[in-house]
């Protein structure tokens, strides 16, 4: 048996552990079960391939996705590892059985769904087995943003080797998640160990969309350097790139609805690249490694707090400065929250969870990076001086009274309007609709200022992106979540004060 550092020399090549990989190997090595949380490119591999080598026995990874395996494979490979994966995608079944058995394996790879079969038991039954790592381990709990219900059923087989060390990896699990993993995979409070989530060189920035195009351009022109914009939708990445790509800078488009040819050339075009802008949907980004990504943008919310996390955590990964920058509407959280209503029962009250969250980190008047650590269990402290909100304190208005003119107006006038209508009938303006359905005669008609009506759309915003009003199917807004609340004067509704009239060129649109 060699020891961890000697391998992490003279196989890895590298001079030292990097923070807590030491902690988490030194636990696997000591046969104890494990679950370490730690960041993408924090150096998850080397935790389960160092002891696979350093132990007795074949080293049994489960992983969700082959094309993930077959890249981990290569990597493990190109160190020197003897790895194979048992997935429909590998021909070489026999051969790999038959390596297995001759103790040839450092690493063998098996998805989950394989995993948790009889005849994948009864495989291992005679083989020595160095450590189970179970990768992606936040798809085994429904309160992850990636549930497989396949990983619930690896228990068995973990239980049938009680000696065996398990090593759960994952990079985004919140506390709910956590716990779960924990349980989940029988691995004791104790053997949870978290790598510290900062990227102190990522400069986050927020702003409510009022011009996306425009903003976007507007970042790039100010950002030298490759960087990647995060589209909601192909139709999305094509208009950016078209609009984008009048401005000088080279801009190529990622999405699936690209054939895989093209989709090949634009990713190695932008890795090449030292002033590239790729617009792409989500696909883009797992597996590429380039350190000098300058900025992220994303042009509409991501889908959590871990997803923006991960997302954000592609740019300045050289450690120079980088800036992430999200543009959000009250539009997309309206969507989220429609389409909570379609997924299962059982995982809505994670989804929404998610999404409060979310809602959270975009309405700060705080520290926005503040709210992203503590969201991943740390204790930072109060204002890190690199973001937005840090950098340049916004104004924080008591909204609550403007609310509950707005949410009053919602109810009056039958909860099926849109902010445009509403904002028509609280300033009192003159209008035919609103006089052809009687909404000149509520008592809501005109009770709001012309130095407050600029406030309404921000506030309809804020109330939406918080869940206390919802999209109704014909693109009106109802009451929902807190709203009869804050309508009774329980709950109060501070926002961030929106720019001064005089920087804004256009009206501001909801979206
Ligand atoms: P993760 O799976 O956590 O995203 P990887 O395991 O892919 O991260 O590792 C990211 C990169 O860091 C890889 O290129 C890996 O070889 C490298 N790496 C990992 N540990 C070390 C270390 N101790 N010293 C130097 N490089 C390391
Ligand atoms: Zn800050």
Same mark, same amino acid.
């Given at each position: 048996?060699?020891?961890?550092?000697?391998?992490?020399?003279?196989?890895?090549?590298?001079?030292?552990?990097?923070?807590?990989?030491?902690?988490?190997?030194?636990?696997?090595?000591?046969?104890?079960?494990?679950?370490?949380?730690?960041?993408?490119?924090?150096?998850?591999?080397?935790?389960?391939?160092?002891?696979?080598?350093?132990?007795?026995?074949?080293?049994?990874?489960?992983?969700?996705?082959?094309?993930?395996?077959?890249?981990? $494979?290569? =990597?493990?490979? %190109?160190? /020197?590892?003897?790895? !194979?994966?048992?997935?429909? *995608?590998?021909?070489?079944?026999? &051969?790999?059985?038959?390596?297995?058995?001759?103790?040839?394996?450092?690493?063998?790879?098996?998805?989950?769904?394989?995993?948790?079969?009889?005849?994948?038991?009864?495989?291992?039954?005679?083989?020595?087995?160095?450590?189970?790592?179970?990768?992606?381990?936040?798809?085994?709990?429904?309160?992850?943003?990636?549930?497989?219900?396949?990983?619930?059923?690896?228990?068995?087989?973990?239980?049938?080797?009680?000696?065996?060390?398990?090593?759960?990896?994952?990079?985004?699990?919140?506390?709910?998640?956590?716990?779960?993993?924990?349980?989940?995979?029988?691995?004791?409070?104790?053997?949870?160990?978290?790598?510290?989530?900062?990227?102190?060189?990522?400069?986050?920035?927020?702003?409510?969309?009022?011009?996306?195009?425009?903003?976007?351009?507007?970042? $790039?022109? =100010?950002?030298? %350097?490759? /960087?990647?914009?995060? !589209?909601?939708?192909?139709? *999305?990445?094509?208009?950016?790139? &078209?609009?984008?790509?009048?401005?000088?800078?080279?801009?190529?488009?990622?999405?699936?609805?690209?054939?895989?040819?093209?989709?090949?050339?634009?990713?190695?075009?932008?890795?090449?690249?030292?002033?590239?802008?790729?617009?792409?949907?989500?696909?883009?980004?797992?597996?590429?490694?380039?350190?000098?990504?300058?900025?992220?943008?994303?042009?509409?919310?991501?889908?959590?707090?871990?997803?923006?996390?991960?997302?954000?955590?592609?740019?300045?990964?050289?450690?120079?400065?980088?800036?992430?920058?999200?543009?959000?509407?009250?539009?997309?959280?309206?969507?989220?929250?429609?389409?909570?209503?379609?997924?299962?029962?059982?995982?809505?009250?994670?989804?929404?969870?998610?999404?409060?969250?979310?809602?959270?980190?975009?309405?700060?008047?705080?520290?926005?990076?503040?709210?992203?650590?503590?969201?991943?269990?740390?204790?930072?402290?109060?204002?890190?001086?690199?973001?937005?909100?840090?950098?340049?304190?916004?104004?924080?208005?008591?909204?609550?009274?403007?609310?509950?003119?707005?949410?009053?107006?919602?109810?009056?006038?039958?909860?099926?309007?849109?902010?445009?209508?509403?904002?028509?009938?609280?300033?009192?303006?003159?209008?035919?609709?609103?006089?052809?359905?009687?909404?000149?005669?509520?008592?809501?008609?005109?009770?709001?200022?012309?130095?407050?009506?600029?406030?309404?759309?921000?506030?309809?915003?804020?109330?939406?992106?918080?869940?206390?009003?919802?999209?109704?199917?014909?693109?009106?807004?109802?009451?929902?979540?807190?709203?009869?609340?804050?309508?009774?004067?329980?709950?109060?509704?501070?926002?961030?004060?929106?720019?001064?009239?005089?920087?804004?060129?256009?009206?501001?649109?909801?979206?």
């Amino acid at each position: 048996m060699t020891a961890p550092l000697a391998i992490l020399h003279d196989t890895f090549g590298f001079a030292a552990f990097r923070g807590v990989q030491e902690k988490v190997i030194d636990r696997v090595m000591a046969g104890r079960h494990t679950l370490a949380v730690m960041p993408t490119g924090a150096g998850k591999s080397l935790c389960y391939q160092v002891p696979a080598l350093a132990r007795t026995g074949t080293a049994i990874v489960i992983s969700p996705l082959i094309a993930l395996m077959h890249d981990q $494979i290569r =990597a493990a490979e %190109g160190f /020197g590892l003897r790895a !194979a994966a048992l997935t429909s *995608a590998d021909a070489n079944r026999e &051969e790999t059985i038959a390596r297995l058995r001759a103790g040839e394996l450092d690493l063998l790879y098996a998805a989950p769904e394989r995993a948790s079969g009889d005849g994948f038991q009864s495989l291992l039954a005679r083989v020595p087995i160095a450590l189970f790592a179970i990768d992606e381990a936040h798809c085994v709990s429904e309160w992850g943003h990636d549930f497989r219900p396949d990983y619930r059923l690896l228990r068995p087989l973990l239980d049938s080797r009680p000696k065996v060390p398990r090593l759960a990896l994952t990079a985004t699990a919140d506390h709910h998640t956590r716990a779960d993993i924990l349980k989940q995979l029988g691995i004791p409070d104790d053997g949870l160990i978290v790598a510290g989530f900062d990227r102190p060189n990522i400069r986050y920035a927020i702003s409510p969309r009022t011009n996306g195009p425009k903003q976007i351009a507007e970042l $790039i022109a =100010a950002q030298p %350097g490759p /960087g990647i914009v995060y !589209a909601p939708t192909r139709n *999305a990445v094509e208009k950016l790139v &078209e609009k984008l790509g009048a401005r000088g800078r080279p801009v190529r488009a990622y999405h699936a609805g690209l054939d895989p040819d093209t989709r090949r050339r634009n990713q190695a075009a932008f890795v090449e690249s030292e002033d590239m802008v790729i617009v792409a949907t989500v696909a883009f980004g797992m597996g590429i490694d380039k350190p000098d990504v300058r900025f992220v943008a994303h042009a509409g919310i991501p889908k959590s707090i871990e997803a923006y996390y991960q997302e954000t955590g592609r740019a300045g990964r050289d450690g120079d400065p980088a800036v992430a920058h999200l543009f959000w509407g009250a539009s997309d959280f309206a969507l989220a929250r429609q389409r909570i209503g379609e997924v299962e029962d059982s995982r809505q009250a994670g989804e929404r969870a998610r999404l409060d969250a979310l809602a959270r980190l975009v309405e700060t008047p705080g520290c926005r990076r503040a709210i992203l650590l503590r969201h991943f269990g740390e204790d930072p402290p109060e204002r890190c001086g690199n973001c937005d909100n840090c950098l340049s304190a916004p104004d924080v208005i008591d909204a609550t009274e403007l609310a509950r003119k707005l949410l009053s107006a919602v109810y009056r006038t039958g909860q099926s309007f849109g902010v445009g209508h509403l904002e028509k009938v609280l300033t009192g303006g003159s209008d035919e609709r609103v006089e052809k359905l009687g909404h000149d005669r509520l008592s809501v008609f005109g009770i709001v200022g012309a130095d407050e009506a600029r406030l309404i759309r921000p506030v309809a915003r804020a109330l939406q992106a918080r869940g206390s009003l919802a999209a109704t199917e014909h693109g009106g807004m109802k009451l929902a979540g807190d709203a009869r609340e804050i309508l009774k004067g329980e709950k109060g509704l501070e926002i961030v004060a929106p720019p001064p009239r005089g920087r804004r060129r256009r009206a501001e649109r909801t979206d």
